[in-house]
Each structure stands twice: as C-alpha cells, then as structure tokens.
C-alpha cells in the first residue's frame, strides 16, 4: 500500500534537477530541458522522465507525449558508436537505402536498433546538409560521404576497439 | 451588447461577437455534427481542440473549409452548413476514422450510447471505401475502468478532463502519425500511474474506447448461489438518474422504483446506502465538532480545515498527489464502505450467518468506488466489506437483462434495518450535500437548540467553488468551502500546505456537481440541462423526506444504541472509521 518508486542513481538525479534548474523549473522549456538531458544521457529512460516531471511540477505522461512525438528523442540507449544513415532526398537518390541495407545485415540489427555488444546503433535522419557528398552516413559526429556499400565493412573496422 | 449579422444557410441570424459558427447555427435549430467538441456549460468541462473536422462547413469566399465549432461568426459572413462539399468532406472524415474502428458494435460497451455509431447513422454510412491499417493494441483493465484503444478516437476529449479539470494527468496523446492514441506514460496500467480512477474520462468518451469494468455477470451468479445472503445498498444520486435510462425525463425521482427492481432481481435483502449517509454525518460530524473545539481552544496540533472524505477519487487524489497532509480529511468512511463494516458484523450476525456467506454490492453512480471495494484495509482477512460495486448503468442494463418492466414497477420500500433515512443522507448525492447535512447536525450538536432552519442555501449551487461563512452562537463563525473537481481541490491543499488556508470546513467531491455528474451516471453528452435536472431533484428528495437531519434518523439511532455505542466510540472507531496511505510516487536514490 505504497507508492510506486523509482530507482535512480545519485549523480543522475541530481544531474537531472541541475538541468531543470538551468532553465528555472520552466514547463514551457520541456524540450530544451528534454534536449539538453538526452545530450547528457544519450537517451530518456523512464526514470530520467520521471525526474524531469517532479522537476517541473507536470504529469510524467506530458514529458513522456513529448519524447514520443518527437523521433530526435530516444527511450533506448545509443550504441557507443552512433551510426546515422541519411535518407535525404539527395542520399536516397543516390542509394542511400542499400548503406543501410549493407549496415543492417554486418551489424544484424534494424533501424533503432542497438547491437547485443552495445557497441553500435543504428538510426536514419533527414539530411545532413552535406548532399555535395551524397550519399552520407555519420558515425559519432564524424561524416562519411561517397558512400558504396562495400565501403560498410571497413567503415566500421575503424571502429574495432 | 457588440452583435454582428451573417447568413447561415440561407437565413439571417444576429449574435453576439465571439460567436462560434456552431453556436449561431445551433441558435436557428441547424445541428451540426460533432465529434471532439464537449462543453458542458457551466460546469468547468469542456475540449474545444477542433481536431477532428466532422463539424466543417463552407464559408463562402474562403479557401478551406472551416470547421464550426472553433471558428468565430464574423460580419457579413455567408455559411453553408449542407453544401455538397462539406457533406462530402464531413463524410469522408468519418469514413477514414471508421475504417481504422474495430466493427465490433454488438459487443461494445457503448453501443446505443456512442456518439460516433450516431454519427454514422445519422450519416447513413453504408460501406466503408477505405481499407487501411487497423490498430492492434490489447484491452487494458484496472478495477475501474476498462481502456480499449482501438476505439481511440483521438478527440482528446478525456485528455481535457483528466488534465484541466481535474490536474491529474494521468493519460493523454502519445506518439505521432498512426501509432498517435491517448495513453498513459510508458503504456503503463491506469493502476500503475497517478490515475484516481475518477471515470470522467469514460464520462465523455464518444466511443468504447473507455468504459466501467462490467460487475452485472458477478451478480447474476451470487443471486443464483444457494450457499450465499445477498444485500445490496443504494447511492443517493442514483435515484435521481436511473429513470433517463427508461426514457423518463431527467430529474425523475425513482427511488421506490429502485427498492422494487432490487427486489425482484432477487437480492435477499435491498437496503439504502441513504442509511450509511446518515451514519457517516453522526461519525463525520462528531469529529468536526471535536476537532473544531479543540482548535478554537487553542491546540496547534489539530488539523484544520477538516475535509470530506466520502468520495473515493478525491481519496485517491490525496493519497497520491498529499499523503502529507492525509491527516486533514476525517478519517470517516465512505457511507458505502460504512455499510458494507456493519452488514458484515451487525448484520450477518443477527441473520446468523459468517461474514464470508453474505454478499454485499453497491449500486454506486461512480467508478471509483469499484476500486474502494478492493482496498485491503475495508474488508477482513481478504473477505471485502463491501463485495463489488456496480455503476447506475450497469443496474439499468441488469434491470433489462432480468426482464423487469421498470417504468411500470410499483414502488416498494427498502428494507429494514439498514434501510431508513432522511433528507440529509439524499443530498450527499449533490456537490455541497455532504456538507450542508453535517450543518445540519453539527451546528445542532454544537449550539444545543433545534436549528431554526433547515436548508443552508448558501453551500448550495452548482459553481465549481464556493464559500460561506457560518454563525454557529456562542462557538465561532464557521468558515467552510465546497468544491468539486479536483483542480479546485488541489488549490485548496496548495493553501494548507502555504498556511494560507481560511478555511474550517471543506468538501471536495471530484465530479461535476457532485455525484449527479459522477462516472457511473447515464450518459449526457456534454448536455448540462441533464446535469442541473439531477441537481434540483436531489433538493426536491430533499424536501419530500419527512425527517431531514441525520441525527432524528431512527434507525442509525437504533443502531448506535444496539450495537455502535457512541459515534467515534471505540467499536464504531474500528469499524467506520478508516486510514489513509501514502502513495505518492518516490525516488529511490542511491
């Protein structure tokens, strides 16, 4: 006959609540607060949005509308190595869809997915404003352009460690 | 008053500026139809988010059609409510709605009562063109309510309610595009989140997508059982709404009707949850006197304002959102929750049967109750007081299941012992009721003279807060406050927590008008003249009772001097009177 809880580690809590006071406990800055956790964090698990809702002083299902709505905010942990594949007008043109294909099948996980080793995640985005070098794919930040499929493999061996 | 002119469908109509297009149409006698839109005038309830284009009509000189029911009347203006284009386009928006709706009518819950089957009808749709995606998600129950999101509309409507009106949240839209439904976070069970299980939600869904967790079948079976007593008691504001579900009008006291179907249902014994009202103002009025005269002796310790505590959202409510300030409520139980302790002690032991033989079910006009049933604390080592709940719906739909012609059922009375009560145990059915009975005792008590008048007109009304001050000679001015809706509550709680609260006295009940509107009520579809119907009936039940303050009922007189003692004697400590939890969400940090 108690309440629900919700375990969270220390330094987290109070990473969250420092975040929230950054923007005064401001509901109306839900998404740069959402932003800026995600960018701390690499996702919004379920107790980091239940610490955003007590912050703000707003139902946990308003905070859990917003990381729903938008695809930029993930519940799932990012691999170390983030792997976003654009499938942007010039990319998709270019054939972009068979990188991804190529990246699908070495890392045997599908769009959202994470490998078992946490090593690698695999997304799609709109466009990286790189079209000159269409198609592209970023790795962490880092751009690969000209892509061909069989480029896939040794892309990612770079990333052995 | 600024008016303007315009033309709708060929007519001349003048309004007021501000005017929706809905409105001014619906002044002339031109219905149009509508979905997402529910307001229930002057009682805090509305969705007004123009989602879901079924009321589009065609402005003459504009672009896309405009839908009527968020778009403002302007000068000179030229609407065509009919023309072919909003016909079609009306007709294609609920084509492409039905054909992501499971066609499953005959089973649902709200079938004959949902809006979108109206719609439908009302439409002729015939066939749907459309062959989509259909959504597949399971059926969620809790104690309460049922949640079928496959006949999610997203018109948001009980979104609106569960947000604004009562400052819960506890679900509303997640996700975009098709995967788009009104959910709870992290698709979590109702029970798992900070829901009070109110119902206004399944309230003012147009569809099946919400709807009470069915007990009828339950009854059905215990009445069937030769092994088992059955006893049923009866909410006040059931008897002023359970008629509109036999077509009479809205306001019809059927009080004896109910006493007669109850009976010819088979229960073994029909008693009135009036009764227990009464009960529950001698237990709840002797703690407001006690805690009031200490605290005007001086004592910092007690807790003032005294509230309600009758309502099971509202418990809910606090348990969730204030266990710190759990001690403010009286620690009376619920009148259903007080019948249901003495059916299974007094009661059973003077039929001489054990507790766990005697089946008790509430006739209740709310949801939440189902839930109270299930608390562990109100019941005995897993046998509950009061065995299940049922909505005043579901009684209509039993009272048809057994073939029972209601409209043409003579009266018939409750039975006794647990069956008498007064004017002040009816009005409990009413925003302000609860209040206004235990005035009735409580200033009586208090002064020691017979009250000079009866009704306390002053905490009556239908405005979602109200205050009034109360002389109480040679004691203090009471100063008490009666809201519905839980936003309203929720403010109150704000200004005990700052100690800002002006209060001594507080009854919150968290629907609109009380129980007349609660959960568990025939459906209105947002028409408040129903609501205000019910509310004038309760005062009128009022008004017919012979005796009309708790303390003169004869029975509850009976009962203390039989089996309770005195109110808040030990014994009626242990059995009426209840403890609250917190329940409040926490971090457990490491």
Redesign the interface.
């Given at each position: 006959?108690?309440?629900?809880?919700?375990?969270?580690?220390?330094a987290n809590?109070l990473k969250i609540k420092d975040i929230c006071a950054s923007f005064n406990n401001n509901p109306g800055e839900l998404i740069n607060i959402l932003h800026k956790t995600q960018g701390e964090f690499g996702y919004l698990p379920?107790e980091v949005?239940?610490?955003v809702a007590?912050c703000l002083g707003?139902?946990?299902?308003?905070?859990?509308?917003v990381v729903?709505?938008?695809s930029f905010f993930t519940m799932k942990p990012k691999g170390k190595y983030a792997i976003s594949v654009c499938l942007g007008t010039a990319c998709y043109v270019k054939g972009a869809e068979k990188i991804l294909d190529a990246l699908k099948s070495e890392l045997k996980i599908s769009e959202g997915g994470v490998t078992e080793d946490g090593k690698f995640s695999l997304d799609v985005l709109r466009c990286v404003g790189a079209c000159g070098l269409a198609p592209v794919m970023t790795i962490n930040g880092k751009t690969y352009g000209r892509l061909v499929p069989e480029h896939v493999k040794e892309i990612l061996a770079e990333y052995a460690d | 008053m600024d008016t303007i002119k315009l033309t709708i469908d060929n007519r001349e109509v003048e309004v007021p500026r501000g005017t929706t297009i809905l409105k001014a149409a619906e002044q002339m006698g031109i219905k149009i139809p509508t979905l997402c839109h529910f307001e229930l005038d002057g009682l805090a309830l509305e969705n007004r988010p123009g989602g879901c284009r079924v009321c589009v009509v065609e402005v003459v000189g504009r672009r896309n059609l405009a839908p009527a029911c968020i778009t403002e009347c302007m000068p000179d203006m030229v609407v065509k409510t009919n023309s072919f284009r909003a016909l079609n386009a009306r007709r294609t928006v609920l084509e492409l709605m039905l054909s992501d709706h499971p066609n499953d009518c005959l089973q649902c819950p709200k079938s004959g009562h949902c809006e979108l089957q109206s719609l439908a009808a009302d439409m002729g749709i015939r066939e749907i063109p459309f062959k989509g995606q259909q959504s597949q998600y399971a059926k969620e129950f809790s104690p309460s309510i049922v949640r079928d999101a496959n006949k999610c509309i997203m018109c948001r409507r009980c979104e609106s309610v569960c947000h604004e009106y009562q400052s819960v949240g506890a679900i509303g839209a997640v996700e975009r595009g098709f995967p788009a439904v009104v959910s709870t976070a992290f698709g979590k069970n109702l029970t798992d989140t900070n829901c009070v299980l109110c119902g206004q939600c399944v309230a003012v869904c147009p569809t099946g997508a919400l709807a009470e967790v069915d007990n009828t079948g339950k009854i059905l079976r215990d009445i069937a059982n030769p092994d088992v007593k059955t006893c049923v008691q009866v909410a006040p504001a059931v008897r002023v709404a359970l008629g509109e579900e036999f077509g009479m009008p809205a306001g019809s006291i059927v009080t004896g009707k109910i006493a007669a179907a109850l009976k010819a249902i088979g229960f073994d014994y029909v008693f009135d949850t009036d009764w227990s009202a009464d009960l529950t103002i001698m237990e709840e009025g002797t703690e407001v006197i006690g805690r009031l005269k200490a605290y005007l002796a001086g004592d910092k310790n007690v807790k003032i304002p005294i509230m309600t505590s009758c309502c099971p959202a509202w418990v809910n409510f606090y348990e969730k959102f204030y266990p710190e300030l759990r001690d403010y409520p009286s620690t009376a139980k619920s009148p259903q929750g007080m019948f249901g302790a003495t059916v299974k002690t007094y009661f059973a032991d003077k039929i001489g049967i054990p507790r766990k033989n005697l089946v008790c079910v509430s006739v209740m006009p709310c949801v939440a109750k189902k839930y109270e049933c299930e608390r562990e604390e109100l019941g005995v080592n897993g046998d509950p007081d009061v065995n299940y709940s049922i909505t005043t719906r579901e009684l209509a739909r039993l009272i048809k299941i057994c073939n029972i012609d209601f409209n043409s059922l003579p009266d018939a009375e409750f039975d006794s012992p647990l069956g008498a009560s007064t004017g002040a145990a009816v009005i409990f059915g009413a925003t302000g009721g609860v209040m206004e009975a235990a005035l009735r005792t409580a200033v009586e008590v208090l002064t020691g003279e017979t009250l000079p008048r009866i009704d306390f007109e002053e905490v009556r009304g239908l405005e979602g807060v109200r205050e009034a001050t109360i002389p109480v000679p040679g004691v203090a001015d009471l100063k008490v406050a009666v809201v519905y809706g839980l936003k309203n509550a929720r403010t109150i709680m704000e200004q005990i927590k700052a100690g800002e609260c002006p209060y001594h006295f507080v009854e919150v009940m968290a629907c609109p008008g009380g129980c007349i509107d609660g959960a568990g009520q025939p459906y209105h579809h947002g028409d408040a003249s129903i609501v205000r119907a019910r509310h004038a009936a309760i005062y009128e039940a009022d008004r017919r009772m012979p005796i009309r303050k708790s303390h003169e009922n004869p029975e509850v007189q009976a009962i203390y001097k039989e089996f309770y003692g005195q109110p808040c004697s030990e014994k009626s400590h242990h059995l009426l009177h209840t403890i609250y939890f917190d329940k409040k969400i926490k971090f457990d940090i490491d």
């Open positions: 006959m108690v309440g629900p809880k919700v375990k969270i580690t220390e809590y379920e949005q239940q610490v007590d707003i139902p946990v299902g308003r905070v859990y509308g729903s709505f938008y | -």
